[in-house]
Structure formats: structure tokens, C-alpha cells
């Protein structure tokens, strides 16, 4: 199946730092989206792209989504601890069998230390 | 609005027993989907539904069913039970118009011995 590598699997950062995190696949995709997950909670969107080039804000976060639909970029500036969890990206194709199909990175595991 | 609520929170399951994971949401979604989540390998696709009555499998729907007689309700059923099926399962809803919008519940592990 369709394959997302997210890097890195792990960041330790201090408090105040910003972070840059991205995804790539060897397919195209539609649409990126940016999901962040709290210990024992369901992940939650942050911000959705669904055009090319395109470079969108969410407070501290900023996302884009790659010129080759390839790849997608997340970043965060001036981390506060509870940025702390994990960040996943997730890709959806266009049309057919595909409809309503996500499918997501290994995540991102953040640490922000005071 | 409740959003989208799992139940139960915790189960542990012996190999070959039967359940049913329950999902409901009260936000008029008609696209449900199913996941499981498993450390290192993110969340991947059991099974979805983009309206009452109609379902489809995603990317491991092997030893898993599903139904949807209703717009709120998505069970998810486990016929029996193994221990590679132990991982915590998450149900998720969107409006069919921006689908990728996903709503997540709270989530269910479960523990196969």
C-alpha cells in the first residue's frame, strides 16, 4: 500500500525553540493534512492543505504543502510544553477507490522541555 | 454535542472470543471510518462508510466487520479474536464534502491474550 515517511520519529527541544517536521511519498497526493495526538486521546486535525504551493497558518503553526504533492512540511514556532505529543501527517487521493481514504505517517514524537 | 464516543475505553480480549467495538457520533456525519493504531506504524485504515447502508474496507480489514444501519452508529466487530489484533482502535466521522476533515473519538485498547 501507499507508504508516508515522516521524519524525524522523535524530537527533544526546549521550550521557546521552534520545529520543523516534514512527510514525503512516492505517490501524489490531493490533500495533506497535519493531526496532533495527546497521550490517550484521539488525534485531532491542526491544519488541512488542498492546493499545491500551499501555505497555511494555525497560530504557532505553519504547514505547506510541496510544489510535487510529494511532501508537506509542518512547523512550529516558539514551542511551549504543551506542544508536547505526537504529529502525524496524513495523504488523500483524488477520486475513485481512494474516496475517503487516509493515510498517515509514523508520526512525529515532540518533547519540549521547560 | 457529545462529538464522537467509543465504548468501552479498555477491554482484554482471550484468543478466539468475539466483541463488538462501539462508535457513535451526534454530529450528522455521513462518513465514518474505522482505524487501528499501532506503535511505529501510525494509524491505518480497518474500514469506512460514506453513508447508512453502504461500507468498504480500507487497508487491513482482514478479521474485522462492520455495518452501518444508521448515520450515528458504526460498530465495529471482532468474530475472533486474535493476539495480533491487540491495538488501540480509533473511530473517526466527517461531512462527505471535506472527508479528510476527520473527527476522532477517544479510542478502545484492547488486549488479546
Known amino acids: 500500500g501507499q507508504q508516508l515517511n515522516q521524519s524525524p520519529q522523535s524530537m527533544f527541544i526546549q521550550e521557546g525553540e521552534d520545529v520543523s517536521m516534514n512527510c514525503t511519498s512516492s505517490?501524489?497526493?490531493?490533500?495533506w493534512l497535519w493531526y496532533k495526538q495527546d497521550p490517550g486521546e484521539g488525534p485531532v486535525l491542526l491544519i488541512a492543505?488542498?492546493?499545491?504551493?500551499e501555505l497555511t497558518s494555525n497560530g504557532r503553526l505553519t504547514a505547506q504543502f510541496g510544489i510535487t504533492r510529494k511532501d508537506s512540511f509542518l512547523n512550529i514556532s516558539a514551542s511551549i510544553p504543551s506542544d508536547v505529543g505526537i504529529y502525524f501527517c496524513?495523504?488523500?487521493?483524488?477520486?475513485?477507490?481512494?474516496?475517503?481514504?487516509?493515510?498517515f505517517g509514523q508520526g512525529t514524537i515532540l518533547t519540549v522541555h521547560p | 454535542n457529545a462529538g464522537v464516543t467509543q465504548t468501552p475505553k479498555f477491554q482484554v480480549l482471550k484468543t478466539g472470543q468475539s466483541m463488538t467495538l462501539q462508535c457513535a457520533q451526534d454530529?450528522?456525519?455521513?462518513?465514518m471510518s474505522w482505524y487501528r493504531q499501532d506503535p511505529g506504524m501510525g494509524l491505518r485504515l480497518i474500514h469506512y462508510?460514506?453513508?447508512?447502508?453502504?461500507?468498504d474496507q480500507g487497508e487491513v480489514p482482514n478479521g474485522y466487520n462492520v455495518s452501518r444501519s444508521t448515520t450515528e452508529d458504526f460498530p465495529l466487530r471482532l468474530l475472533s479474536a486474535a493476539p495480533s489484533q491487540t491495538s488501540v482502535y480509533f473511530c473517526?466521522?466527517?461531512?462527505?464534502?471535506?472527508?479528510?476533515?476527520?473527527?476522532f473519538g477517544p479510542g478502545t485498547r484492547l488486549t488479546v491474550l
Open positions: 496524513a495523504g488523500s487521493q483524488a477520486g475513485g477507490t481512494s474516496y475517503g481514504k487516509l493515510t
Open positions: 462508510s460514506v453513508g447508512a447502508g453502504i461500507t
Open positions: 505517490s501524489i497526493f490531493n490533500t
Open positions: 473517526a466521522s466527517s461531512l462527505r464534502t471535506v472527508y479528510n476533515e476527520q473527527f
Open positions: 492543505l488542498y492546493k499545491a504551493g
Open positions: 454530529m450528522n456525519h455521513e462518513y
